[in-house]
């Protein structure tokens, strides 16, 4: 629904999403006619609202508020005869306001910023019944951020300031975001936009984040499925283990260090023709990810996750999320536009 109240546009939005799933997982090891089955129900609750509006011909701003309610239910027969059952519900809330506009004059442009205060609520609720053993999680996360970016012209070849060096620009970003159960969280960043010439441009950016484990992924409900077909590197065979999912309280934030420079070249004037090369670097340290495809090196890493039988034989695999040590990923892209 989207209309103007008075001079301020407004818009709201509500989506209701369900979805229902029956597998069957294979027959009993113990023998049996009657195959394994998963039962699974999800549904997802969405409303937001956004509102925008003018100070003056100079400054805008806008606020946007959103709402997300999502509750899962898994049922899983077990060969031992009993039922495992799983139950998630979790609510997110957030609302977000943004003021953005010129600060003062300089000889080469004006001074430009935005500012961004945001707050966010989730809660995450999940209880389980693995084995005939009941366990429940409750987590729940409040978050506070703050966020300033501020561009800074130097030169410019139209104002006839430093034209010499063409037109320049600096720019600086940072976020200070404080989470009620993971402390404090620092991203900072810095670049520069630099046109030597018109046909040339050339940008610059470093920027320095910190992450924290969303709540899912910190305290999902264990989900025990059995007869998932792996093949197991270690022995050179394909076997039927029993596979561990959801949640894992041990994870610690991530800190990412991304590193970009880009050149755009237009060789003739008038024609929308660009040259484009682009150049990235991302360093970072505690990554969190899904577990991995369980090969010989992996098991090596994660002993812990992997259990043998007496003969060796592989029939169990924890599959939640981890931290690694460090990832480092370096990208060249170019390319032509017309």
Known sequence: ???NIGKVSATANIRLDQNWSDSLLGLPIAGGTNPLTRSSDSGTLHGGFSLNGDFSTRWRWSVTGNWDRNENRTVTDRDTGLVDRAVSISNVGA?????NGALFALPAGDISTSVRATARTSDLDSESLRGGLFSTNSIGRDTGA???????????RNRDVLSAIGNLSLNLNGEVEELSDFGT?????????????????????????????????????????????????????????????GGNANLVADN???TKFGMYLRPLSGTELWINADYNKSVIRNPIASFPTATAAIEA???????????GTLIRIDNRPVNFQRSEREQIRWGVNF
Do not use: K
Not at 301 to 311: I, S, T
């Open 1 to 3: 629904y989207s209309r």
């Open 256 to 258: 990412r260090s991304v």
């Open 301 to 311: 890493a994660f002993p812990d996750r992997f259990v043998r039988d007496g003969a």
């Open 146 to 156: 703050v966020q300033a970016n501020l561009h800074l012209p130097i030169a410019s």
């Open 95 to 99: 609302i977000d306001a943004l003021v």
């Open 185 to 245: 969280l620092i991203t900072y960043g810095y670049g520069a936009n630099w046109s030597p010439i018109e046909q040339v441009r050339f940008i610059a950016s470093v920027t320095e984040e910190e992450g924290a484990p969303s709540a899912q992924q910190l305290g999902n409900p264990t989900i025990t499925t059995p007869n998932v077909r792996v093949f197991d590197f270690v022995r050179g065979q394909t076997v039927d283990i029993t596979r561990i999912d």
